[in-house]
């Protein structure tokens, strides 16, 4: 009964700027761990970007310095902040979350459905 929703995939011109959104709904205690990933056409999925609960971050090395991952926490929200795009950058991108569910004594991994990101002129 817990979801995320992703939304703010569009199609934007090689160097412009996205902000992907993430809902998580449903009946949760709290929300640990987020992630953002993504998978282009033929390739395997990969990781973006990470938030731990104390709000450190990671990135993969190809979006460094132009991708800002970020929370709020009290919205129930995670979001992608996406700048200098480039064509390399269209794929899905896929929320995760590590969620502590009221019908469960241990976090679990959540997905949300993906949304589509096109850089393209």
């Known amino acids: 009964q817990v979801q995320l929703v992703e939304s703010g995939g569009g199609l934007v011109q090689p160097g412009g700027s996205l902000r992907l959104s993430c809902a998580a709904r449903?009946?949760?205690?709290?929300?640990?761990?987020m992630h953002w990933y993504r998978q282009a056409p033929g390739k395997e999925r990969e990781m973006v970007a990470h938030?731990?609960?104390?709000?450190?971050?990671m990135y993969g090395d190809s979006v460094k310095g132009r991708f800002t991952i970020s929370r709020d926490n009290a919205n129930k929200m995670g979001y992608l902040q996406m700048s200098s795009l480039r064509p390399e950058d269209t794929a899905v991108y896929y929320c995760h979350a590590d969620i502590l569910a009221k019908d469960y004594s241990r976090p679990r991994g959540y997905w949300g459905q993906g949304t589509q990101v096109i850089v393209s002129s």
């Open positions: 449903g009946n949760f205690f709290s929300i640990y761990a």
């Open positions: 938030i731990n609960n104390a709000e450190e971050t």
